[in-house]
């Protein structure tokens, strides 16, 4: 469940975004919460950061919405904030406050669409997921945000990660089925890549974190392929 948080002093765009919003939990299948706040002062007064997406008014009687990104800024960074405003040249203002978006009004579905998917595009990378993996004396959690690549080593897995390497007991196989839907392909026999970790490909060869990988022949073209939808949906 997403929790939203509408920031408008007008009530009939108030009233469309909430609209907008019921159509696309309808379409998407998500379930939404939606809180509606008709000024800046109110929802910075006792916020808690329990929001995913606050869609903020520029303008707004006693306190405006760049002043109260500013402020819920000083309490959480994580909150995704998308400017609304007939103004386009807040947008630059709003980099200071590390809004992801904005929406000029008036405000059409499509563009509004857009935003919202692009916001959830980002929540989704910054949910943190942990695998459990068998190590030598125990079992131990890793970061599959932080993991580059696991490789197979004298029949041992070793999983390197930004923060080092984990000797871990297990074929590649438990490795693929592990990290099935987490952005990682096999590109050989004794490598399973982190694609958001791949810096460049040339030739057969492949930079990781740093570190060269040779990609195998036979799957080069379905990694080559694999690496460019991957970069199409980060880019979205």
Request: hydrophobic share 40%; net charge negative.
């Amino acid at each position: 469940m997403l929790h939203i948080a509408v920031v408008e002093d007008d009530k009939n765009y108030a009233a469309q975004l909430k609209e907008y919003l019921e159509r696309y939990e309808n379409e998407t299948k998500r379930k939404l919460t939606v809180s509606v706040f008709s000024d800046g002062e109110d929802i910075v007064t006792d916020y808690r950061a329990d929001f995913d997406i606050i869609l903020m008014d520029v303008e707004m009687k006693f306190m405006d919405g760049m002043t109260a990104a500013e402020k819920i800024r000083e309490k959480d960074d994580e909150v995704i904030i998308i400017f609304i405003t007939n103004m386009p040249q807040y947008a630059i203002q709003g980099y200071k406050v590390d809004a992801l978006d904005y929406v000029l009004k008036p405000i059409s579905y499509f563009a509004f669409s857009q935003r919202i998917d692009r916001a959830l595009t980002r929540i989704s990378k910054k949910k943190t997921t942990f695998v459990t993996i068998q190590m030598k004396g125990g079992k131990g959690r890793l970061d599959v945000s932080l993991l580059c690549y696991v490789e197979v080593r004298d029949h041992d897995l070793i999983y390197h990660t930004v923060d080092g390497d984990i000797e871990a007991k297990g074929t590649m196989k438990d490795a693929e089925e592990i990290l099935a839907g987490e952005h990682f392909f096999r590109c050989s026999r004794c490598y399973l890549v982190n694609l958001e970790y791949v810096d460049n490909f040339q030739g057969s060869d492949a930079t990781v974190n740093g570190d060269v990988i040779q990609i195998s022949r036979p799957r080069k073209k379905a990694f080559l392929d694999a690496l460019n939808q991957y970069m199409n949906e980060v880019g979205k």
